[in-house]
C-alpha cells in the first residue's frame, strides 16, 4: 500500500473514532490526545508496512514520535486537570460542527505529516539521492538541509516544551490570571512558535532528499500548519477570548503592547 495512503487511512480511522467518542460520550478527554497519537501511528504504521527501512527515514520517525509523546502526555495531563475544553462547549452537542472540527484535525495530520510518507515512497522507488536519504558528504547543500532541519526541529520541539510546562504550571496556581512569565514574558503564544519551528525543521529534513514534485509537496505542511495556528483555530480563538476576559485589565493592555505573537520583534 502506499505510504501516502497509509497515512490517510490511519488518521481517517482515529479521528473518526474520536468524534464517535467525543459525540456519544460528551467528552473532550480525548481529543487532543488523538491528535498527537494520530501522528504517531499514521507514522508508524507507515514505517513498518513499507518495510522499515533506516536512514532518513528512521531520523523522521524519531522526530514524529518523540513531538507525539511530548506533546500528547501534556495535552492529556492537561485535560485531566481542566476535565473540560471550553472551546467545545457549542460544538459538543452538534454532530455537524463537531464532524467539521475532526475532519480538519483528519485533514491537518494527513497534511502537515505528508514529508514522512513522500520520503518512505521515494525511498522505496529509490529515487532519493543516496539509497539511505542520508548525505555522502555533511558540505553539501543536502548535508547543510538535514542537519540544519533538525537543529530547526530541536529549537521548535525545546521551546514548545519550555512554553507548555511554564504556562501549565503558572495556570494550576493563578486560573484566573493572564500569564506572562517565562518565555510569555516576550511573546504571546511562544507555544506557537515552536510548533511551526518544529514542523518547519521536519519538512528541510526531509527535503534534504527529496527532488521534483515531492520536494514541493514537503511544503504543504508546515504552511498548512502555520496557517492553521495564524489564522483559523490557534491565535484568532485566544486572543479572541483573552480580549473578552482580560481585555479591561490595564496590565493586560500593557502586556500586548509591549510583547509580541510569535516572533520577536518582528510580529
Do not use: C
Not at 490526545?33 to 520517525?61: E, K
Not at 532541519?149 to 510546562?165: S, Y
Not at 504543504?220 to 480563538?237: D, F, M, T, Y
Amino acid at each position: 500500500m502506499h505510504p501516502l495512503l497509509v497515512t490517510a487511512l490511519a488518521s481517517v480511522v482515529l479521528n473518526a473514532a474520536g468524534f464517535l467518542n467525543g459525540f456519544l460520550r460528551q467528552t473532550d478527554k480525548l481529543t487532543d490526545l488523538l491528535y498527537s497519537v494520530s501522528f504517531a501511528a499514521a507514522a508508524a504504521l507507515a514505517w513498518w508496512l513499507i518495510g522499515q527501512p533506516g536512514g532518513l527515514s528512521a531520523v523522521l520517525l524519531a522526530m514524529v514520535l518523540s513531538w507525539s509523546l511530548r506533546l500528547g502526555g501534556y495535552l492529556f495531563r492537561r485535560i485531566l486537570h481542566m476535565d473540560s475544553d471550553a472551546r467545545f462547549d457549542d460544538m459538543r452537542p452538534n454532530p455537524w460542527r463537531l464532524a467539521g472540527f475532526w475532519t480538519l484535525q483528519t485533514v491537518t495530520v494527513w497534511v502537515v505529516l505528508l514529508p514522512f510518507p513522500l520520503v518512505l515512497w521515494q525511498q522505496e522507488a529509490g529515487l532519493l539521492h543516496t539509497p539511505d536519504g542520508i548525505p555522502d558528504t555533511w558540505s553539501s547543500i543536502h548535508g547543510v538541509l538535514l542537519l540544519g532541519g533538525i537543529v530547526v526541529w530541536l529549537l521548535g520541539l525545546w521551546l514548545e516544551a519550555v512554553a507548555d510546562a511554564q504556562k501549565f504550571r503558572f495556570k494550576k496556581e493563578h486560573p484566573d490570571r493572564f500569564m506572562q512569565q517565562g518565555v510569555w514574558s516576550r511573546l504571546r503564544h511562544p507555544n506557537y512558535t515552536g510548533e511551526i519551528l518544529a514542523w518547519i525543521g521536519f519538512a528541510t529534513t526531509a527535503a534534504s532528499a527529496l527532488s521534483g514534485w515531492p520536494l514541493a509537496l514537503a511544503w504543504i505542511g508546515p504552511v498548512w500548519i502555520a496557517v492553521l495556528l495564524i489564522k483559523v483555530s490557534g491565535i484568532p480563538l485566544l486572543e479572541r477570548s483573552h480580549a473578552k476576559r482580560y481585555g479591561d485589565d490595564p496590565a493586560f493592555q500593557a502586556y500586548v503592547a509591549k510583547s509580541d505573537r510569535l516572533i520577536p520583534g518582528l510580529w
